[in-house]
């Protein structure tokens, strides 16, 4: 059985200024002003703990987790999944940085998304192509979005 192993951060971490913060609290302020104009106390609530969350989330570190690709499964940390749960895969490349991102089968579930070296992506392809069809796609809107505005 032939394993593919590499490291990688288990999300994509954006390094925020400070005014990346104080733009998220002017932008929490301006909310609530128009749900005070409103008088919607429920949106005002929505949008204290939208910030609140937003704030944390902005803080939170990857971990570096190991990514094993075999002939049964896809392990990423300490989880896993088999290959007949995987409708398909592709490469993205960014610059110098290169994805490989999973679809799984289920719905309502996101693509998952890995760094991976450059030397690695050739052999990744061929035993991926074994296990699933390889797409062509580029990044997707919601992780353009998310890169600008580094969450």
């Known amino acids: 059985m032939s394993e593919i192993i590499w490291e990688?951060?288990?999300?994509?971490?954006?390094?925020?200024?400070r005014g990346w913060y104080w733009m998220i609290v002017f932008l929490a302020f301006l909310l609530l002003l128009l749900a005070?104009?409103?008088?919607?106390?429920?949106?005002?609530?929505?949008?204290?703990?939208a910030?609140?969350?937003?704030?944390?989330?902005?803080q939170l570190r990857p971990r570096v987790i190991e990514i094993r690709l075999n002939d049964e499964k896809?392990?990423?940390?300490?989880?896993?999944?088999?290959?007949?749960?995987?409708?398909?895969?592709?490469?993205?490349?960014?610059?110098e940085e290169i994805k490989v991102n999973f679809l799984p089968n289920f719905r309502?579930?996101?693509?998952?998304?890995?760094?991976?070296?450059a030397d690695k992506v050739e052999a990744v392809r061929?035993?991926?192509?074994?296990?699933?069809?390889?797409?062509?796609?580029?990044?997707?809107?919601?992780d353009k979005f998310n890169r600008f505005l580094k969450i």
Not at 36 to 49: E, P, Q, R
Not at 51 to 58: E, N, T
Not at 126 to 142: C, D, T
């Open 8 to 17: 990688a951060e288990e999300f994509e971490y954006y390094p925020k200024s």
């Open 36 to 49: 005070w104009w409103l008088k919607s106390w429920l949106m005002m609530v929505v949008v204290i703990v």
């Open 51 to 58: 910030a609140i969350v937003i704030v944390w989330v902005g």
């Open 74 to 95: 896809l392990r990423w940390g300490d989880k896993e999944l088999p290959w007949q749960s995987i409708k398909s895969f592709w490469f993205v490349k960014r610059g």
């Open 108 to 117: 309502f579930v996101p693509p998952l998304s890995f760094k991976i070296p």
């Open 126 to 142: 061929h035993l991926l192509q074994k296990k699933a069809p390889e797409e062509e796609r580029e990044e997707s809107l919601v």
